[in-house]
């Protein structure tokens, strides 16, 4: 066979190989990449609770608890313009555990629109946001070990004032012991797309 007809065949046969890697190519990109959540609407909704830590391994002050539990409830999406969280139940003094240490909560947290009952707020774009609660500051142990009564706590009634999914705590609670490892309280929360600026009910 003459030199230019081997030639010729060998385009021929590059050309298809060619295309299908690049098809391959594309497919493969395609398949790799996970697909896009549609977004939500949702609406920011008031909501208020009482909340007295009752625990046996660690024991808290007031001001302290107030701090952990505003750094948790800035974590799941409250809105930190309006978040108030005022300290209860503190008879033993700034900075000293006290028996029965509590919060009173006041904030703006995000709901599907669907399910709202509140027709004078406008909805806003949403999207499930993964969270970790981390409640350790400068003054706390390298992990959150004998704190998982707080994370249990919190799970149970803070959780269910937020629209959130696939909540998982880690960790066993023990009184009077604290785990080797610190827990772990894992969620996934309805968050804005943009901080837009909510509107406390009238009711």
């Known amino acids: 066979m003459a030199m230019s007809a081997l030639r010729s065949l060998g385009t021929r046969l590059a050309v298809p190989v060619a295309v299908a890697s690049l098809l391959s190519g594309v497919c493969f990109a395609a398949e790799g990449t996970p697909p896009a959540e549609a977004g939500e609407q949702a609406v920011w909704t008031q909501k208020e609770l009482n909340f007295t830590f009752l625990g046996f391994t660690t024991h808290y002050s007031c001001d302290g608890l107030k701090d952990k539990m505003t750094r948790a409830l800035l974590q799941l999406g409250a809105n930190k313009k309006d978040l108030q969280v005022h300290e209860t ?115």
């Open 89 to 203: 139940g503190c008879v033993r003094g700034f900075g000293r555990p006290d028996f029965f240490p509590g919060v009173r909560i006041k904030m703006m947290v995000l709901q599907p629109a669907a399910s709202s009952t509140d027709a004078g707020q406008t909805a806003v774009a949403a999207h499930w946001k993964p969270v970790a609660i981390n409640l350790r500051d400068i003054n706390s142990y390298p992990n959150d070990s004998g704190e998982c009564e707080l994370y249990e706590q919190i799970r149970d009634k803070v959780l269910p004032l937020f629209t959130t999914r696939n909540v998982s705590l880690s960790g066993i609670c023990v009184p009077h012991q604290e785990s080797a490892a610190g827990p772990s309280l894992k969620m996934e929360v309805l968050q804005p797309d943009t901080q837009s600026a909510p509107v406390a009910s009238t009711k």
